[in-house]
Structure formats: C-alpha cells, structure tokens
C-alpha cells in the first residue's frame, strides 16, 4: 500500500479486556514508532523500532504495554488489562532512515475505548 | 515538563489572510523540527520540516522560520484558504523520536 495502515481503526474494551493493535508501516521502512493522542492534545511518543530491534521503550506508560516487531515490518501494540485511562487514539509512524530524524509518516490511527 | 510550547491553542483568520503558529523549544540538542497538519478522524500529516542549520525554509505557502538563539520557529500559512482548517502540530526532535506541541486548531472563514 501507499501509506501506513493501522488495524482496527475503532476498538472497543470493556474494563481489564487485553487489546492488540496492529500497524503496517509503508513498504522498506525501517523506523516503526508508536504514539499516543488523547483527546484534543499532541502525539505522544510510546516506543521505537529499527528492524525489528525495539530500541526505545521509555514511553510506555506501565508494564502492561507491550510492543514487537518481530520480522521488521508489521507490529502490534498490546495492552493488557485494559483501563479507562487507556482510552486514546494509538498512532503508528514509520520512517524510511534508521540513524537519524528523518520525517515520519503517521497512519490514521487506532481509536481505543475502554469502558 | 512540557519540552515543547505552542501557541496560541486557537485561531480564526479570514480566508486570504496569513496564519502563524508560534513554538518554543527547550533541550538545544534538538536537531529536527516537523511541522504536522490533522484533520479530525486522520493521523498527522507531514507538512514540512527544517533542520537548525537554516533560518528558513518555504515549500509553497507554508514557511518554518527558525531563530536558534532564542529557541523558537514558527509556522506562516500565506493566502489561508479553507482547506486549511485543521490542528496543526509542531514537534522536534533529536534521536527520532518526536515530541509534539499541544497543537493549536486553525479556522480559516470564507
């Protein structure tokens, strides 16, 4: 495809319900980052891939968030035991360089309800 | 700690008019400044993005001018149109990984 891709676009989780969403990053990228949005503020880094090579987790908000890219090209963000503060649009990006800021390209996101 | 500030949170400018968005940024070892349009229900689109080493940089009618001394760059919308109604993002950037603004949401009346 053209761009990134990023399943499902909605999800819906009652309370404690484990989730897991997935992205496609855009054919030969190399960088894979995941965000987060909550309502009406800015992207907020989650973690970072090379390959499949997670090289920088500091964003993720507990150790119930898991992340993995284990060929180096679809990744899945997982969150288990949902809660209501989980609620969020994810957003993933992916970027054509490894070593350096470069631009990245976001997919239309996953938006995370968590009821 | 909020490591990047943009202002204002909202804007109403007549359609032909010039919009600006303002940013400020802490950490110096910041090398990389995006700016990111979205559209409700959409992921940020890239608009353009400028490196310290200039002081300007302008693809069509969007501009990012950049003062490195007081740590400051700015996004100028000439000939605002509709079409560009939306929230726009400032970021930076230093090893990847992207820290946003709080975005400000563009009005453009016809």
């Known amino acids: 495809g053209a761009g990134v891709s990023q399943s499902p676009r909605y999800k819906v989780a009652k309370r404690g319900q484990d989730v897991a969403l997935r992205c496609d990053p855009i054919s030969g990228h190399v960088s894979l980052f995941w965000y987060q949005q909550a309502l009406g503020q800015g992207p907020e880094f989650l973690t970072y891939?090379?390959?499949?090579?997670?090289?920088?987790k500091s964003g993720l908000p507990s150790d119930r968030f898991f992340a993995e890219r284990p060929e180096g090209s679809v990744s899945t963000l997982k969150i288990q035991r949902t809660q209501q503060e989980d609620s969020a649009v994810y957003l993933c990006a992916s970027s054509i360089l490894g070593a350096i800021s470069y631009e990245q390209y976001f997919g239309p996101g996953t938006r995370l309800t968590v009821t | 700690q909020q490591q990047v500030k943009q202002s204002p949170q909202s804007l109403i400018v007549q359609k032909g008019g010039i919009s600006i968005i303002n940013c400020a940024y802490e950490?110096?070892?910041?090398?990389?400044f995006p700016w990111y349009q979205q559209f409700p229900g959409k992921g940020p689109a890239l608009l353009i993005a400028?490196?310290?080493?200039?002081s300007e940089k302008k693809e069509g009618r969007f501009t990012i001018s950049f003062n490195k001394s007081a740590k400051q760059f700015s996004l100028h919308i000439m000939d605002s149109q509709p079409g560009d109604s939306a929230t726009y993002f400032c970021?930076?950037?230093?090893?990847?990984?992207?820290?946003f603004g709080q975005g400000t949401r563009l009005t453009i009346n016809p």
């Open positions: 950490n110096t070892a910041f090398d990389y």
């Open positions: 891939f090379q390959n499949e090579a997670q090289l920088d």
């Open positions: 970021a930076a950037s230093k090893t990847q990984k992207l820290v």
């Open positions: 400028i490196r310290p080493d200039v």
